[in-house]
């Protein structure tokens, strides 16, 4: 099936450093999602874009659906410990399944 | 919380043995849907739901069976569980599938099939 490419696969960083992560598509979405998946638990929603060119933030995090609609970025400013987790994305075209990428790992270290 | 609840959380069993996986939700949404997660695979659709009684396959429909009975609750059935159906299963849930109407996810179900 269908999956997003999304990179990079996984990130060691410095507490206080920013982090960028992106996902690309060969297929054009009108909807992308980001989520963040701590240890055990399901994947929570962290931003929703929903036009092309939208820049969203929700606190420290910064995402933007990319102009072309086949990409779609996330920036996490100023790290701190508990922004440890796995993060993901995902694509939907209309009223299409939501197609997911493989998810970044992210790792700070204090 | 998204008011979703899976139950149950962790389940060992043996292959051939049927299992069922319990997703409730109290958010009175239309759109349920199960996934599976695997290393490398991100999450995979397996079967939705979008009314009571009205279910459709995802792309990794095989060996998986859907009920939806009540709005509140979808089950999903592994009639005869094989070792390739050890994994993490999702459930989700959505108002509806159109734009501003994002899914939101449980914790999970653990299964492991020896």
């Known amino acids: 099936g269908q999956q997003l490419n999304q990179s990079p696969q996984s990130m060691f960083i410095q507490e206080g450093e920013d982090v960028s992560m992106n996902c690309t598509s060969s297929?054009?979405?009108?909807?992308w999602l980001w989520y963040k998946q701590d240890p055990g638990e399901g994947p929570v929603l962290l931003i929703a874009?929903?036009?092309?060119?939208e820049l969203t933030s929700n606190g420290r995090l910064t995402a933007q659906f990319g102009i072309t609609r086949k990409d779609s970025f996330l920036n996490i400013s100023a790290s701190i410990p508990s922004d440890v987790g796995i993060y993901f994305c995902?694509?939907?075209?209309?009223?299409?399944?939501?197609?997911f990428g493989t998810g970044t790992r992210l790792q700070v270290f204090p | 919380d998204a008011g979703i609840t899976q139950s149950p959380r962790h389940k060992v069993t043996e292959t051939g043995t049927p299992v069922t996986l319990r997703c409730h939700q109290t958010?009175?949404?239309?759109?349920m849907y199960w996934y599976r997660q695997d290393p490398g695979h991100g999450l995979r659709l397996i079967h939705y739901?979008?009314?009571?009684?009205?279910?459709d396959k995802g792309e990794v429909s095989d060996g998986y069976s859907v009920s939806r009975s009540k709005t509140e609750d979808f089950l999903l059935t592994l009639e005869s569980a094989t070792s390739s159906q050890t994994s993490v299963y999702f459930c989700?849930?959505?108002?509806?599938?159109?734009?501003?109407?994002?899914?939101?996810f449980g914790d999970g179900t653990r299964l492991s099939i020896l």
């Open positions: 989700a849930i959505s108002e509806s599938r159109g734009k501003d109407q994002p899914q939101h």
């Open positions: 297929s054009i979405f009108n909807t």
């Open positions: 874009l929903y036009k092309a060119g």
């Open positions: 995902a694509g939907q075209r209309n009223t299409d399944k939501l197609i």
């Open positions: 958010e009175n949404h239309r759109y």
């Open positions: 739901s979008y009314g009571v009684k009205d279910t």
